[in-house]
């Protein structure tokens, strides 16, 4: 059977922390990732010694604006973990998601751990969990890190997807000139990008942005950088905004979308995000 190797990712505050300490007990070494004084945490899933798991560090999105970005994103691409765990703080459901469909685009089997559901329960709000996995197009399933409620549960998903291979099923987040960008960016720069193994679509979306590293590590001809720029454009100008705006405006109205068809909130305590 051999090892396996999990990434923890998500926000900061989403209870990564927690959650590592409950899967790994006393097994956890601590290091710094390669030339950065960015903090490596690893450590074996208890009962699953097999399974190694590597805490990342807390960030909102896989942009390459922080180290702590560049390191999680470079980890998951180059070090190609059999498994994502995502852990998503429900009560900030919207906020957290935005990293979350950046993950899916790197095609690695990933369970959601929603967390904070006691927090969630005693604001009298629900998450359709089947719904919101269906949605998502990944297994989602709901825990408590502070109480330790759902731990097992998620472990035995998580050892699951990454034995079976189970990638995302693919959703597409974007529609329109978005949509006519992306892809047509992802088609000019396919050869490169799987030469490297990065999936396409998410090399494709982090040039929209503007993104100089992936930029430089795609090693793209003057004519191909001239063709992004122009399918850029074409976007900018239909949308009557910037690149990044446009591509971060997209990604929020579908989850958007998710949420308001699978949070049901009480109305009696709003929570955090309203
Ligand atoms: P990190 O920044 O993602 O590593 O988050 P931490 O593990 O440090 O948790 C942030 C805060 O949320 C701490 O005060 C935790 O005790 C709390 N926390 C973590 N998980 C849960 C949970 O499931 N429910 C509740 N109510 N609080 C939690
Ligand atoms: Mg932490
Ligand atoms: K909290």
Redesign the pocket.
């Known amino acids: 059977t051999g090892n396996i190797t999990f990434a923890l990712a998500?926000?900061?505050?989403?209870?990564?922390?927690?959650?590592?300490?409950h899967l790994t007990g006393s097994s956890q070494r601590v290091g710094n990732f390669p030339g950065v004084t960015v903090e490596r945490k690893d450590g074996r899933i208890k009962d699953h010694e097999y399974a190694v798991i590597v805490d990342l560090p807390?960030i909102y999105s896989l942009s390459p604006y922080t180290s702590e970005e560049i390191i999680t994103r470079d980890f998951i691409i180059s070090e190609k973990p059999d498994g994502i765990i995502n852990?998503v703080?429900a009560t900030s459901i919207e906020r957290n998601l935005y990293l979350t469909l950046q993950l899916l685009e790197l095609s690695v089997p990933m369970v959601i751990a929603l967390?904070?559901?006691?927090?969630m329960r005693?604001a009298g709000n629900t998450v359709k969990v089947t719904a919101l996995a269906k949605e998502l197009g990944v297994p989602v399933v709901p825990?408590?890190?502070?109480?330790n409620?759902g731990i097992h549960e998620l472990v035995d998903c998580a050892i699951t997807a990454a034995r079976s291979r189970t990638k995302p099923e693919p959703r597409d987040f974007c529609s329109g000139p978005v949509h006519r960008c992306i892809h047509g960016i992802a088609h000019l720069i396919e050869d490169h990008a799987e030469q490297l193994g990065i999936p396409p679509r998410f090399a494709a979306a982090k040039l929209v942005e503007g993104d100089a590293p992936m930029e430089k590590q795609l090693r793209l001809s003057e004519n191909e950088k001239e063709g992004i720029r122009h399918l850029a454009e074409d976007m900018e100008n239909e949308m009557d905004t910037d690149r990044e705006a446009a591509l971060a405006d997209t990604r929020y109205s579908f989850i958007e979308g998710v949420v308001s068809r699978t949070v049901v909130k009480s109305g009696k305590n709003p929570g955090r995000d309203r």
Do not use: H, R, V
């Open positions: 998500g926000n900061q505050n989403s209870g990564k922390t927690t959650l590592f300490n807390g852990i703080d967390n904070m559901m006691d927090e005693a825990i408590s890190a502070a109480k409620e």
